[in-house]
T-cell receptor, first 111, second 115 residues
């Protein structure tokens, strides 16, 4: 499985936008970029995923670089509830679509 | 909507005891997964199943067994509990669609301590 690199931690203020980066320089053509988050004492929660084009949903936006070697998860207006560990994961569309979790980025939101 | 349900939520075992962690989903998903998460770490895949009657090893399968007799249920068995198996266990499921990635839905986890 292709590897991703994320900052260990980031900090932002409530009601401000947050940009969480992810590098995946060895991504292959069949790899989708997935983002999950894990709130304290809970199971991971799906946030968003994409292949080549930028994606938007009710939770966040995903901006994918043209060469697909990096991506950015965008939380448009952070709330205290967005404080979590965010995981960027590459998943091939072949096979069982197993998730390989790295360390993720621990996001702290200041009131 | 129930989604993925795991039982029990908490359990303390003695070394050498056995137990089964239950996982059931009501979304008719064909893919199911078991992960473990040690403190401060990301999740690691133990076993997975792509459908009833089919299971396969993940990254850390030693000390565990699984079965998948129905689409809904995917129990994880610990035969001889060891302190190294103290962890939080998460079950997940997803819908397999040809040529499409689908998100995994996770349960709330089982916190297991082996003393």
């Amino acid at each position: 499985d292709a590897k991703t690199t994320q900052p260990n931690s980031m900090e932002s203020n409530e009601e401000e936008p947050v940009h969480l980066p992810c590098n995946h320089s060895t991504i292959s053509g069949t790899d989708y970029i997935h983002w999950y988050r894990q709130l304290p004492s809970q199971g991971p929660e799906y946030v968003i995923h994409g292949l080549t084009s930028n994606v938007n949903n009710r939770m966040a936006s995903l901006a994918i670089a043209e060469d697909r070697k990096s991506s950015t998860l965008i939380l448009h207006r952070a709330t205290l509830r967005d404080a979590a560990v965010y995981y960027c994961i590459l998943i091939s569309d072949q096979g069982a679509q197993k998730l390989v979790f790295g360390q993720g980025t621990r996001l702290t939101i200041n009131p | 909507n129930a989604g993925v349900t795991q039982t029990p939520k908490f359990r303390i075992l003695k070394i050498g005891q056995s137990m089964t962690l239950q996982c059931t989903q009501d979304m008719n998903h064909n893919y199911m997964y078991w992960y473990r998460q040690d403190p401060g770490m990301g999740l690691k895949l133990i076993y997975y199943s792509v459908g009833a009657g089919i299971t396969d090893k993940g990254e850390v399968p030693n000390g565990y067994n699984v079965s998948r007799s129905t689409t809904e249920d995917f129990p994880l068995r610990l035969e001889l509990a060891a302190p190294s198996q103290t962890s939080v266990y998460f079950c997940a499921s997803s819908l397999a669609l040809t040529g499409q990635n689908q998100p995994q839905h996770f349960g709330d986890g089982t916190r297991l301590s082996i003393l």
